[in-house]
Every structure is written in structure tokens, then in C-alpha cells.
């Protein structure tokens, strides 16, 4: 829906019309430019239904009597991108519908839309209840767990009853949690199903080896503490999907229509949030990758902490690990690197750019609303603050996949773990 407004620049006094997308917002920073002096104006919308919206401007707003008779007229969409210079509906970035019908044709819009709709409906109706029953899960507070599993994620969960094993506790808590994160992510992986496959396999040959299981029980504490911090952040990032969601239309987007989709600017004013998400989501992602390589090393070398000889080129020798210890104090850089190596899980190098991070993580990295490109003394050229988006719906991703792969050694140090 497109709302009009008339606007008075607290600059150089030009009353004008903006033209301003509105969609289900939650305390929405976004903002947009006088047509004149070109003076960033930021707002804030919030509601999802007309008679509860409120949307407000740091300027003062008039009557349509107060207008020129020829005023400027721009256009901005906080959950689409547009195209600010448009004065009409046929301009290519006015009109929010058919500028995603025109970046994604009729066969992807669709699709689209059902993932941004069923993302945004899992964060508001089935993930209160998922975070709830995690919490329970990590309090061992059973009597709420088993309350709220069958109440109300019964249906979902298909959970009629719930034995005492900790083994079926923490299958159904752990289900929660990956279900609620796949309804978000969609139908475009970037290959993380594959990922998993090919560590689920490795798992199952490793869980045989005695070395393993001792290795994986030694690190009990370990593993329940990073437990509660990938929860955490993966609540934090559902928690605030609406600020990061449109990242999916990056992955959605064909490379025939990127430099089209460069062209627009989703004005949103939420660079410092989003990037504390991907900051966390990226270092909470690294701490994981541990357990990953003692997997592969448990499969080749029958001990988690036998790396071979063999060691990825961009590693100098002598940062070359002997041990999961020694790996857990690399850079971030280098277990990404280690991780990248092993035949299909390459993907992790995509979803983790430790370039990326480090530019974005800078302290000199700021988002220029004048171009809505984001810039740093370690990336001059920028990024669209829509690309970077789609960075931040990458480490939800690999936050994603890594929760399920902490689950089959999670189960591993259970008590009443056993090997069929």
C-alpha cells in the first residue's frame, strides 16, 4: 500500500509529497530526502492493521491545501526497494508489487512472497511458543516442557506424550527450534541441506569410534554453553526478522536483474541493529565450527584431534593445528578456512566471508543515505545496504544449519545415550 504524506524540509523549507510504502512494521527506522537540498529526513512506522498504523517524521507534516501548485514528488518503501525520483506508477521502482514482478518474473514472485509471507507468520505466531519451550528445555524444567510441547506445539510438533528420557527432549526442542528456522529461511538453501547430509554421514561413521564419544563428553560443559549462545542469537535474529527479511530477495534475484535491483534503494534507517546481528551471528557461527572438524578428523584419522599433514594453503605452517584446542585459537579466517576444505562443506566459505566481516565490522563502516551504500576504510567501494541484507539472511543461515549439527552431539553427552 502507498500512503501520501506532504512534507515540510526542516532545511530549506520546501513542502512536498512523499509517496511511502507501508507494510507490517515494528518500530521501522527508515528515512528519506528533501527533493530540494537533498537533507536526510528520518521516521519511524509501527502497526499492521490501518486504524492501529502510526508513522511519524522528524519534520513537520502539512495539510495537501499547503502545496505548491507543481510540487516535487519522491517515493520510498521501507520494505521494498524503490526508486526515490519516481513521480508515478510507471516509473520502474514506484509501485512495490510490480517492482518485485519485474525483478523476479511471474514464475519467483510467487514463490516470494509465500516464503516472506511464512517467514513473517513464524515469528509472529509459532516462534513464541518454540522460544518458550527452549527456554524450558534449558532450565530442565520439565513440567512446563512437556506443557508447552503438547499445548501448544502438539499439532506442529505431532507430540502427543513425552517419555523422561533427555534423549526425546532434546530431539523435540531441538525440532522446534530447526523448524521455525527453516520456515524462515525458504526454499533457496545455498546448499546448507548438503552440508548437513554430508556431516550426518560423517557423524554416524565417527559416533562408533569410543575416541569420539570421550573427546565429545570431556567437552560436555562446552557444548551446553554454546548451546545457549546459539539459541540466543538465532532468537535475537527471529526476534527482529522484519529489519533483516528482505535480504531473501538477493538470493531470489537473477544475475540477468542485479544491476536492476542495484539501482533501487530500500530505505531503511537500521544499519547499527543489523549489523550487531551479523556480527554476533557471525562469531557465534565460528565458535561452532569446532565440532565440525573433530567429526572429520574422528572419520579419517580415528581422533578428533589429528589433523594429518595435509592443511589448507591459506594457513601459514606455522598456524597449521595439531589439536581442536590449538584450532578454537585461530582466526576466525582460518577455521573457515580448515571447515571450507572438507569436500562439501565449501558453502561455509559463502555464508561466512570473513572479508565481508571484517569490513562490515569495522568501526569506520557506516550506511550513506545518500546513495544507501555502506562504506568502509576496508571496502571504499561499498556495498547496497539491500546486499548487505543478504549477507545478514546468510549467517542466519549457516546459524541454521550449525543448531542442527550441535544436536547430534548434544545427544551424545545425554545419560541415556546409546549407540544402535
Excluded at 502438539?154 to 506424550?161: A, C, F, P
Excluded at 554421514?201 to 554453553?225: G, H, N, P
Amino acid at each position: 500500500m502507498i500512503a501520501r504524506h506532504f512534507l515540510k524540509c526542516p532545511g530549506c523549507d520546501t513542502i512536498f509529497v512523499a509517496r511511502i510504502g507501508i507494510d507490517t512494521a515494528d518500530n521501522t527506522q527508515f528515512y528519506l530526502f528533501c527533493p530540494v537540498c537533498k537533507l536526510p529526513i528520518t521516521g519511524q512506522m509501527n502497526g499492521d492493521k490501518l486504524e492501529n498504523y502510526n508513522i511519524k517524521f522528524e519534520c513537520d507534516t502539512m495539510q495537501e491545501k499547503d502545496l505548491p501548485e507543481e510540487p516535487h514528488v519522491i517515493t520510498i518503501n521501507p520494505f521494498v526497494p524503490s526508486c526515490y525520483d519516481a513521480d508515478s506508477l510507471d516509473i520502474f521502482g514506484s509501485f512495490p508489487t510490480n517492482t518485485l514482478f519485474l525483478l523476479l518474473g511471474e514464475s519467483k514472485i510467487l514463490n516470494f512472497l509465500e516464503d516472506h509471507g511464512l517467514g513473517r507468520k513464524t515469528k509472529q505466531e509459532l516462534w513464541p511458543s518454540t522460544r518458550m519451550l527452549f527456554e524450558y528445555f534449558l532450565e530442565s524444567n520439565w513440567p512446563m516442557f512437556e506443557k508447552t510441547a503438547i499445548n501448544r506445539l502438539g499439532k506442529v510438533l505431532e507430540v502427543k506424550s513425552i517419555d523422561e528420557s533427555i534423549r526425546q527432549r532434546t530431539v523435540i526442542a531441538y525440532y522446534a527450534v530447526s523448524l521455525a528456522a527453516t520456515n524462515i529461511i525458504g526454499d533457496l538453501l545455498i546448499n546448507t541441506d548438503y552440508m548437513f547430509a554430508r556431516f550426518d554421514r560423517k557423524y554416524f561413521a565417527a559416533v562408533r569410534k569410543t575416541e569420539y564419544i570421550t573427546f565429545l563428553r570431556e567437552k560436555s560443559d562446552e557444548i551446553k554453553e554454546l548451546e545457549k549462545r546459539m539459541f540466543n542469537i538465532i532468537n535475537q535474529f527471529i526476534s527482529k526478522y522484519e529489519v533483516w527479511s528482505m535480504g531473501r530477495l538477493s538470493k531470489y534475484v537473477g544475475d540477468e536483474k542485479a544491476l536492476a535491483l542495484d539501482s533501487l534503494t530500500l530505505f531503511r534507517n537500521e544499519f547499527m541493529l543489523v549489523r550487531d546481528l551479523y556480527q554476533q551471528g557471525f562469531e557465534t557461527s565460528c565458535r561452532c565450527l569446532w565440532i565440525l572438524m573433530a567429526t572429520q578428523n574422528s572419520v579419517k584419522r580415528n581422533d578428533p584431534n589429528d589433523f594429518g599433514d595435509v592443511h589448507p594453503s591459506a594457513i601459514p605452517e606455522r598456524m597449521h593445528s595439531s589439536s581442536i584446542a590449538q584450532f578454537n585459537r585461530l582466526s576466525n579466517a582460518h577455521k573457515i578456512a580448515y571447515v571450507s576444505a572438507v569436500p562439501g562443506w565449501e558453502v561455509m566459505s559463502k555464508l561466512l566471508d570473513n572479508q565481508r566481516r571484517n569490513a562490515i565490522g569495522h568501526a569506520a563502516a557506516e550506511h550513506n543515505l545518500r546513495d544507501g551504500r555502506i562504506y568502509s576504510d576496508k571496502d571504499i567501494q561499498g556495498i547496497t545496504y539491500l546486499s548487505f541484507l543478504g549477507e545478514v539472511f546468510g549467517i542466519f543461515e549457516a546459524l541454521s544449519t550449525l543448531m542442527r549439527i550441535i544436536l547430534p552431539v548434544r545427544l551424545i553427552i545425554s545419560p541415556d545415550f546409546k549407540i544402535n
